[in-house]
Every structure is written in C-alpha cells, then in structure tokens.
C-alpha cells in the first residue's frame, strides 16, 4: 500500500483504531486501485450542547452558487473552481481522437485510459475543493446554516445542466454535516423558498 509521510505517521502512532471488519478492492477504469477498509469503532457520543449559548461570531450563514461557488453572512466570497470547464477542451481533443481508433485496438485500449485518468483527475480535483471548502467551515464555526437547494429541479434548465451538475453543492452539504456530526457542532437547513 502506498500511503503519504502524514498517513505513515498516522497509523504508526494509532494504527487502526477499532476492529477490521472486511476490505473492498477496486480497480477503477484509468488503472488506479483502491483498497477500502470496513472498520467497526466505539465512538464516545459528546453532552448535548445548549445551541441558544453559542455568540454569534460562530454562526454563519452560507448561500451556494454558480458564479461564486459560496458567499457567507461576512460577506467572503468563495469562487467556484469550475472543475470541468478547466480540463473540457483536453476532454473534447481525447474523445475526438478515440472517434478515429479502431474500436478493440490498442491504441483505441490506450486512449481510453487517458481519457479515464482525466476523468478522474476532474473528479479528485472536485473532491479537494469540496474537503478543504468543507473542513475550513467546520473548524470555524459552531452553527452552519446551508440553504437546501433543489438541485434535481434546476438541473433541468439546458443551458446550466453542466455548470450545476460540476459545482456539486449535495456533494459539499454532505461533506459539511457528516464532518459537523463529528465535531459536535451544528447544521440548520433553511428551505430554498425562504426569502434570504
């Protein structure tokens, strides 16, 4: 297995913590492997907090969006990395090339995996911005408040199909509240009608 010098150092001083249960592996199309551990742990739940106490300095409020990716009650803007935009003419360029291999060569085999690895250098790089966006929100603030977005409805719209489905904001509420529960913090979702 093929861990960085912070992951080394982490399962040196821990190790695992808790029992393996089970590991799955995966070979994605681009050639990459992953190993994916099922761990079984005790978590200690943490004493209920009383939420009318916490200063308003650790409140935010987060709107999404196309043209910044997020704006917060402080007025910081986030711009959205547009992910797919970035690498669309390379993407273009390969899938064109492909068009013109004999499909089952091994030129047609050796394109594919370009294009794959691609595909997956997009979704990595997404998956990045969307951690680092999520964690730093997290560490700095005790309440989140997430406008609930009907994602499904907008995606309907032709003209910014694409530019909705890259940003990925399920994705990023995801991120925020599964990394809130553990840090025993707190998201409020406000409906996507509420005046805001």
């Not at 992910?83 to 669309?88: D, E, H, I, N, R």
């Not at 595909?119 to 680092?132: G, S, V």
Request: net charge positive; proline share 2%.
């Amino acid at each position: 297995m093929k861990f960085s010098k912070k992951q080394r150092e982490l399962f040196k001083d821990n190790g695992v913590k808790g029992k393996i249960k089970g590991a799955t592996i995966s070979i994605h199309s681009s050639g990459q492997t992953h190993i994916s551990l099922k761990v079984e742990e005790v978590v200690p739940l943490h004493n209920e907090i009383d939420w009318t106490t916490i200063p308003s300095d650790k409140i935010i409020g987060c709107d999404l969006g196309l043209s910044h990716f997020l704006i917060d009650s402080n007025g910081n803007k986030i711009d959205n990395p547009k992910s797919l935009k970035s690498y669309l003419y390379k993407l273009a360029k390969l899938q064109r090339g492909l068009k013109n291999k004999k499909k089952g060569s091994s030129n047609y085999k050796k394109l594919q995996q370009k294009i794959a690895k691609l595909h997956l250098k997009i979704a990595n790089t997404r998956k990045d911005f969307l951690h680092q966006q999520s964690r730093k929100l997290v560490n700095e603030n005790q309440v989140i408040v997430l406008e609930d977005l009907n994602v499904k409805g907008m995606i309907k719209n032709k003209k910014l199909a694409r530019s909705i489905a890259d940003v990925t904001w399920a994705t990023f509420v995801t991120y925020v509240t599964y990394k809130v529960a553990w840090e025993n913090k707190k998201v409020v979702p406000v409906d996507h009608f509420f005046a805001s």
